[in-house]
């Protein structure tokens, strides 16, 4: 089995580095979050005093950050990982990021003698939990193939798009259509409610209907039709609505570096912008629904 670092473990990292312990694999973690780490040796984790300390030895460096900076940072530089990683190591970054990003640091270990590939996800926190995320990967097939049984543990679907930073690229491409579904399915529902529609029922029609999606089967975005949605818990957990406005913002700079016209992402991109204004930037994503049912 691999000795591997995994650094990150939000609601995201944690459960996707539990499900490597599950597999067999040795992990030392890193969180800038102590009590993150502390679950996480609970599991069965070695603890990482820092980020340089938990790559010693690693055969496979594992990282889910937040946004690009957070990547550059832990990677890049004199006293990046990258410079202080095994030679001949694989780095698997989970982060969902600017695909510019993703070509730099790759670029930067492909220098140093070491393999990357950007591999975001999709499927949420309950698909990390559940071990069935989708990967989205890009890079080099033969760093993929190294991966793979890591995926495998941790993952459902893996998809190989491209080259390094096309991973990113798609993942863009799926959370920009999955924000305006969202927003969309709430509009529907408040809609509904107006007319004195019962939402669950409304939902429930929906979701065998032509307006069927994720967003009306997995994460609904009202209150009480789905018992294990955000919805249903104050929007708590999930997938954050600061974090969609940061993909939709990244997919409005794709967008523009190639001059394709995203109509409907920058839309929504503003939708996200007034929730996170209205207070909702640490609720999940569904709370966009908020903004057009206020009583919520």
């Known amino acids: 089995m691999s000795r591997i670092a995994f650094i990150g473990l939000g609601n995201m990292g944690g459960p996707m580095a539990a499900n490597l312990l599950k597999a067999g694999h040795s992990l030392r973690v890193f969180d800038l979050a102590p009590a993150l780490v502390a679950g996480a040796v609970v599991a069965g984790a070695h603890a990482a005093i820092d980020a340089a300390d938990a790559v010693v030895d690693a055969e496979v460096v594992i990282s889910m950050l937040p946004a690009s900076r957070h990547v550059e940072g832990l990677y890049l530089g004199d006293a990046g990982l990258l410079a202080q990683m095994p030679a001949g190591a694989l780095v698997i970054d989970c982060s969902t990021i600017a695909p510019a990003c993703a070509q730099k640091v790759a670029a930067a270990a492909t220098a140093r003698g070491l393999q990357m590939i950007d591999a975001p996800v999709s499927g949420g926190t309950a698909g990390a939990a559940a071990g069935t995320l989708t990967f989205i990967v890009g890079g ?157």
């Open 140 to 296: 080099e097939a033969s760093a993929l193939e190294r991966a793979r049984p890591l995926l495998q543990a941790m993952g459902k679907n893996i998809f190989h798009v491209g080259a390094s930073g096309a991973g990113q690229v798609a993942k863009l491409c799926n959370n920009m259509a999955l924000g305006v579904i969202m927003a969309a399915t709430g509009e529907a529902l408040a809609l509904g409610s107006a007319h004195g529609l019962d939402p669950k029922v409304l939902s429930q029609m929906m979701a065998v209907s032509t307006s069927r999606s994720w967003a009306t089967e997995v994460c609904n975005p009202w209150p009480g039709v789905l018992e294990n949605a955000p919805a249903s818990r104050g929007y708590s957990g999930g997938f954050g609505n600061d974090l969609m406005l940061k993909d939709l913002g990244l997919a409005a700079e794709a967008a523009m570096s190639t001059g394709a016209s995203i109509p409907l992402g920058e839309l929504a991109r503003n939708l996200y912008a007034m929730n996170s204004r209205a207070g909702h930037g640490g609720l999940d994503f569904s709370s966009v629904v908020k903004l057009v049912a206020k009583d919520l």
